[in-house]
């Protein structure tokens, strides 16, 4: 599986090999939305703690 991201277009590519199954994609994918999801937060948590000292 290679994934590449376009910082100025904002789009994702992934490209799957052909024995890859869906499954392993899909799991990757929820992994990623996870990381991504705890950085959307952490920096939430961090901006608020530096407005409300």
Do not use: T
Not at 30 to 50: D, H, M, P, T, Y
């Amino acid at each position: 599986m290679k994934i590449n991201a376009d910082g100025k277009s904002g789009k994702i590519l992934i490209e799957v090999e052909k024995d890859e199954s869906w499954e392993k994609v899909l799991d990757y994918l929820e992994a990623l939305q996870w990381l991504i999801n705890g950085q959307k937060q952490q920096v939430k948590e961090s901006f608020q703690e530096r407005v409300c000292r």
